[in-house]
């Protein structure tokens, strides 16, 4: 009895056998009541699918990005749509009439729709061109807008969300010149989904209608051929509803994809068991036994070796939910689940039918016409091993060769077909906007204080002005560029140019306003120069001393003059009194002294040189000068040769009529004398000022000088500014470079209403948070965006030490930034698979051989064939068609490529150890004998099975049932029936080891 023969399961193939119609029946009901309790799959899918994208806890962009929405009110940023509206009669009354209908119904859809960019409608962007050239094309016949969706991207919320603001857009639209499309990263995600779901019918029935043709020519019977599509059928029917239930109660992931997946990889699997159980149950009766023991002998022997294989496929797919990525953890459940029902289908329901088609001479085989040429294959490798082992090397290293070349691709658009709603929004949006317009990455600085000052935006255009350096970087947008280059007036070359300009204005007044009064003070300095030279400071100490002196005698006058008015009034009446006048002689004689006395103050005055330059001093000595000679002076003078001339026999009338006005002159001067004081104390008390501040008399005198050198000086000055604006200006021409040009905003444009207007775009609130919009004309799905982006994290992250942004967190948002850490963790994810699915299917090949070293070289075998695979798939799609394989192909195929492969090679090996117990050599004939044509038959039916996913319109499922077809076959007819038997004989009895043959 084999290593692998189970007298359970022989024992088990009975009691079903034994109650054939019951088990049908219960399996009918089954499938009615999975079927008819729960959902049908394509639903559950459409309703609980995963995202295609990381979550936040995996990608700090896609984290960056909800930062970015919450800082700036625009909340689910990561899940936004782009509204793209395109007309050939431009954006008309009418256009513009439904996008502000569309724009109201946006925003009153509060239950979808977390927020609405109009930027064509808001009234700060209606004068501002730049803004609006950024969302409505050049020749004005296209116009987007963004709209944020409830959920995350690809979740079922994000897609009732999404189906929510296309109805509002077609409802808009309907009936109007203008065309309306949904695009960007959540249409795309959607429209996956749809066209996913909506392949699976025609991917079924291409399938079933292939896989019975290649059943047809291996059994030649009708019957035959149709027992694997009934176990096929039932187990589809059980594995969806089984699947659809769990993942409605959100107990297993699942997704459009792994939806479609699941039903090719049931629908190869269940139709391999059977054809396994088939082709044993005929032998069996070919070698002579009844179709009851043959049945039993049958369940016996190969029900062990399909629980290996479903069990390895099964674990290795339930492996794939340690990925971080859920896209690759949902693939995964569902593939699993059918292959546990499809084993169990086929090991109940498959010996229940067979027993029962048994008794009415159905099922039974016929001759076997491809065992001769199975025989001379096995006779040819044992004969020649190492030429058919280096065919078989060559076939696969060949294939594999073109993996090095592999350029994965991260742009879900590319997966879709063209007719998909969101590829012809793009394309819209690609013939009428630049790409980097549309699919720009975001620079998320979030600092620990208010960024709203001088040095921090300095600060923050250095960090954006390194940024812009780097390759790939076409324009770096925020509150310090608002148009993608630095503020004009914060530039440091623009603020020096205009230092020069205003210096060059300066020096040109100069030369027209002030010179000529410089010239005029030099003219005034030089008149005071030669007065203080003549005028000391002694002089007017004396003058100051001399005024009440002067006005005491002046009072003394008007004393004497009261007196003598009244003597003359008397003689007026008195004739007689003649002869008195005559005798006061004496008296007049005093008084013609005490004027006297005023004629020397006159004669000083006379003779000093500051006096003349003083016009109160002037007035002053000429009064007394008319007191003296022409007034009160010359009129006593008169008087006293008047008495005289009495006594010389002048008449006393016309004496006294002269007396008479002299007085009256005398008096009008003598009452001016307390005026002409205070204004002699007014100029003293100049004086005093200027000594007060340290100017004296001397330093008077050289005033002259002085202001003729500050004129030289000034002459100088204004040379020298007129040479320094022209620096200045060669300066800003030479610094007009972003690189050379500096920053600096004066703290008044801080508050500047158009500033303030800037910095709602682009600085959070509280002024902690700023963003940076960073277009390229990198297409933003291909590596080197990625690359970009990983740069900008660097260059963001070195350039906040030793500046105000110190302590700052830099992150990157966008989605080539999101497909960088989406490829960072599906690369970890691969890794984890490949080791995870390897350790899994060494464990099972281990239990099921009781050995080691056989399990090593058929784990490298199927390694090989899924490379060889890869290779093939990278020269089809890559190299022949230009289309470059979808990121997560190599890790979805690599499960099924390699644990179907270990499958037929446990199936061939298992075989090998009961047939090799006396020669390896005699083994391996009979087993390359017994096997090739089920094994083969497995093989066309498998691949049959996932080839029939290219007829689908989802590029991504296309490579991958391509890739696993084409592994498949590679398994089929090079590694089990070249490559294995040949290492087998090279291996001898040492394939067993540890146990014993």
């Not at 909506?198 to 079924?204: E, F, Q, V």
């Not at 921090?456 to 940024?467: G, I």
């Not at 002076?633 to 026999?649: D, K």
């Not at 007129?722 to 610094?735: M, P, Y």
Request: charged share 15%; aromatic share 6%; with cysteine.
């Amino acid at each position: 009895m084999s290593h692998q023969y189970s007298p359970a399961f022989e024992r088990a193939g009975r009691f079903v056998a034994k109650r054939a119609k019951l088990v049908i029946l219960a399996w009918i009901a089954v499938g009615i009541l999975v079927n008819t309790a729960w959902p049908q799959l394509e639903r559950v899918a459409n309703e609980h699918s995963v995202s295609p994208l990381p979550t936040g806890e995996v990608s700090p962009a896609l984290a960056s990005m909800k930062e970015m929405g919450k800082a700036f009110g625009r909340p689910g940023i990561d899940n936004a749509v782009i509204v793209v509206m395109h007309s050939d009669k431009g954006f008309d009354a009418d256009a513009q009439a439904r996008y502000t209908a569309l724009i109201e119904r946006l925003r009153g859809n509060r239950e979808y729709v977390t927020f609405v960019q109009d930027q064509l409608g808001d009234p700060r962007m209606r004068n501002n061109p730049v803004a609006r050239r950024q969302v409505l094309s050049a020749d004005g016949t296209t116009w987007y807008t963004l709209a944020g969706l409830a959920g995350d991207l690809g979740t079922p919320l994000a897609q009732r969300a999404y189906r929510s603001v296309d109805d509002l857009v077609q409802q808009t639209f309907a009936g109007s010149a203008t065309t309306a499309n949904i695009t960007g990263a959540a249409g795309t995600v959607t429209d996956m989904g749809n066209a996913a779901l909506g392949d699976l019918p025609k991917i079924g029935a291409v399938t079933v209608v292939v896989i019975g043709l290649i059943l047809l020519l291996v059994f030649r019977s009708w019957f035959t051929a149709m027992l694997p599509l009934l176990v096929m059928g039932m187990s589809l029917l059980i594995a969806r509803g089984v699947i659809a239930g769990l993942a409605d109660r959100g107990l297993v992931p699942v997704s459009s994809v792994s939806a479609g997946l699941m039903m090719a990889v049931l629908m190869g699997a269940s139709v391999n068991y059977t054809v396994f159980l088939v082709s044993r149950y005929h032998e069996r009766i070919r070698a002579g036994e009844t179709p009851p023991d043959a049945l039993a002998h049958a369940c016996g022997s190969m029900t062990r070796v399909i629980l290996a294989t479903a069990a390895t496929v099964a674990i290795a797919n339930v492996a794939q939910l340690t990925a971080r990525l859920a896209f690759l953890a949902a693939a995964g459940p569902a593939v699993s689940m059918g292959v546990i029902v499809a084993f169990f289908v086929v090991t109940t329901m498959l010996p229940a039918t067979l027993s029962l088609a048994a008794k009415h001479g159905l099922g039974l085989p016929g001759s076997d016409r491809a065992g001769a040429y199975w025989h001379r294959m096995g006779v040819t490798i044992v004969r020649h091993p190492w030429p058919v082992f280096g065919i078989a090397a060559v076939i696969l290293l060949a294939a594999a060769s073109f993996v090095p070349f592999m350029r994965p691709s991260f742009d879900m658009s590319r997966v879709l077909p063209e007719s998909a709603q969101s590829n012809q929004g793009m394309r819209m949006l690609n013939a009428h906007f630049p790409t980097n317009s549309t699919m720009p990455q975001y620079l998320l600085i979030q600092a620990n204080s208010d960024l709203r000052t001088p040095r921090a935006l300095a600060d923050l255009d250095q960090l954006a002005e390194r940024v812009s350096q780097l390759e790939g970087v076409g324009k770096v947008v925020g509150i310090t560029r608002p148009d993608g280059n630095k503020l004009t007036q914060a530039t440091l070359a623009w603020q020096i140019g205009y230092m020069g300009t205003q210096i060059d204005k300066t020096s040109g007044q100069v030369n027209t306003d002030l010179r000529p009064q410089l010239d005029r003070m030099s003219k005034l300095a030089d008149v005071m120069s030669a007065m203080t030279n003549e005028l000391g400071d002694g002089d007017l100490s004396r003058l100051q001393q001399m005024m009440p002196q002067m006005l005491s005698m002046a009072k003394e006058v008007e004393s004497q003059l009261d007196r003598y008015q009244s003597l003359i009034s008397q003689m007026g009446t008195v004739a007689g009194m003649v002869d008195q006048l005559a005798r006061m002689g004496p008296s007049v004689e005093a008084t013609f002294s005490a004027l006297d006395a005023g004629a020397s103050l006159s004669q000083t005055l006379t003779e000093s040189p500051f006096c003349p330059v003083q016009p109160d001093c002037v007035k002053l000595r000429d009064q007394l000068v008319e007191l003296r000679d022409k007034g009160p002076l010359s009129s006593a003078e008169s008087l006293r040769e008047s008495v005289r001339a009495v006594t010389g026999g002048k008449t006393v009338t016309a004496l006294l009529g002269d007396m008479n006005n002299q007085f009256k002159q005398i008096r009008g001067l003598l009452a001016k004398l307390p005026e002409m004081q205070r204004k002699f104390e007014r100029i003293s008390g100049y004086f005093q000022q200027l000594r007060g501040l340290g100017v004296d008399m001397d330093s008077v005198k050289t005033m002259g000088t002085r202001i003729r050198d500050l004129n030289t000086q000034l002459e100088d000055t204004v040379r020298s500014m007129g040479e320094a604006a022209v620096t200045l200006q060669g300066i800003s021409k030479n610094s007009s470079s972003t690189a050379a040009s500096g920053f600096s905003v004066p703290g008044a444009m801080l508050q500047n209403p158009g500033f303030k207007d800037l910095s709602a775009a682009f600085l959070q609130d509280d002024g902690r948070t700023a963003m940076y919009l960073i277009q390229s004309p990198l297409n933003p799905y291909g590596p080197e965006a990625m690359r970009l982006s990983r740069d900008m994290q660097r260059v963001g992250n070195e350039a906040t030490p030793n500046t105000a942004l110190a302590g700052a967190t830099v992150s990157v948002g966008g989605f080539p930034a999101i497909n960088a850490d989406l490829k960072k963790a599906y690369d970890s994810d691969l890794r984890e698979i490949i080791g995870v699915t390897l350790f899994i299917i060494f464990v099972v090949m281990c239990l099921l051989l009781r050995s080691v070293v056989a399990p090593l070289y058929l784990l490298g075998t199927v390694v090989l064939t899924y490379v060889a695979s890869l290779g093939v798939g990278v020269l089809v799609f890559q190299v022949l068609l230009g289309q470059q394989l979808d990121w997560a192909v190599p890790a979805m195929t690599f499960v099924l490529v390699v644990a179907v492969g270990a499958d037929y090679n446990m199936l061939f090996i298992s075989r090998l150890r009961e047939e090799s117990a006396r020669s390896m050599r005699v083994g391996i004939i009979r087993t390359v004998r017994q096997t090739g044509s089920v094994i083969t038959s497995a093989g066309l039916v498998f691949a049959a099975s996932l080839l029939g996913m290219m007829v689908g319109s989802v590029n991504q499922m296309v490579q991958m049932g391509f890739i696993i077809g084409v592994g498949i076959l590679l398994d089929t007819f090079v590694v089990r029936t070249l490559m294995v038997p040949t290492l087998a004989q090279a291996f001898g009895k040492l394939s067993w080891w540890p146990s014993k043959a």
